[in-house]
């Protein structure tokens, strides 16, 4: 089956850094966009950044621009979302998903066709 699994999340400082990697399985992510997403506890879900499959078009939430990078290594199938300067605020369950198709488009919609089940980043003195 189609899989996306997060690892990396954990507790850090205001201020401190974190990298998280999704790893896919079961299909082919060069051709896929692909995003990360996050969830605060009591809030909606909301879009933090994405990639098109050609890799050629980024998009960033404004609560996390200059601070956050993502990159995609298809080789290894895996993507990452490079956390910076990270502030209490960016608390949340972060997850990633793939959305099919090819191109130079992406968004931060959440009609995504897969999803990971999510892995929690704490920022707290």
């Known amino acids: 089956q189609l899989q996306l699994v997060e690892s990396g999340g954990g507790l850090v400082q205001p201020g401190g850094s974190l990298r998280l990697s999704c790893a896919a399985s079961?299909?082919?992510?060069?051709?896929?966009?692909i995003g990360w997403f996050r969830q605060a506890p009591g809030k909606e879900r909301e879009g933090v950044s994405c990639?098109?499959?050609?890799?050629?078009?980024?998009n960033y939430a404004d609560s996390v621009k200059g601070r956050f990078t993502i990159s995609r290594d298809n080789a290894k199938s895996t993507v990452y979302l490079q956390m910076n300067s990270l502030k209490p605020e960016d608390t949340a369950v972060y997850y990633c998903?793939?959305?099919?198709?090819?191109?130079?488009?992406?968004?931060?919609?959440?009609?995504?066709?897969?999803w990971g089940k999510g892995t929690l980043v704490t920022v707290s003195s």
């Open positions: 990639m098109s499959s050609s890799g050629r078009t980024t």
């Open positions: 079961g299909f082919t992510l060069d051709y896929y966009h």
């Open positions: 998903a793939a959305l099919g198709g090819i191109g130079d488009y992406c968004s931060l919609g959440l009609g995504m066709d897969y």
